[in-house]
């Protein structure tokens, strides 16, 4: 429990980072406008999808529940869908800003270790943007099971509808936690496999960090820089994990 405190601590570590050095905010800008378009693009295709998802659940329930279920069901088929999107925006956005966020990663570790940035290369960060997409394809094909899951979940009463809303938090969470963590890891050449061992090794901090970006990205304006400061958090969390080992 500690870790996992101490893990939501990073996340306003990080942004106490950013705030004593302005110059670093000028990183967050891509990962903000990436947020920004692919939010947008969420919440139209959930608006869009709402009505067509009732229209296929309503002639399936009982002709007594369907008189009473009108208002409920739209309200349970907004929240599980919504939750779903949270989900598939923190990892499209992160495969998307990772290139990014590894860039703003590597200033934050210069500023607190004194050690100075590489180059910027072209190729490694086209090499870095491909990786990350390779690997968050991954991700999010074995998470969209979750996904599932917890959907089918949701439309059983009362139980369901609070499993799921628990598997969503922490599908989410996990997102988070993996895209802050990977700005730091993958400049590190860590294979797939090692980033996920790394976030097993230190759980509770990891995870603990990733549920506060969670939080982040449903306040808005905030999520546009939930990814950021989140990759943030994480470099200066490494940077301690690195120094006790």
Known sequence: MQQFATGVRDVGRGLAVLKSHPSLWKWLVAPAIVSLLLLIAAIVGIAHAVDPVIGWIAPHLPSWLATVAGTLLWLLVVVLLGTAGLFVFATVAGMIAGPFNELLSERVEEVLTGRPSPPFSLREFLHGAVLGIAHGIRRLASALVGVFVMIALGFVPVVGTIAAMLIGAWLVAGAASYDS???????????????????????????GLGLAVAGMLLVPGLNLIALGVGAAGATVAVIQLDARR
């Open 181 to 207: 963590y990977d700005a730091v890891l993958s400049r590190r050449t860590m294979a797939y496999g090692d980033k996920l061992a790394y976030l097993k090794r230190y759980r509770g901090r990891t995870f």
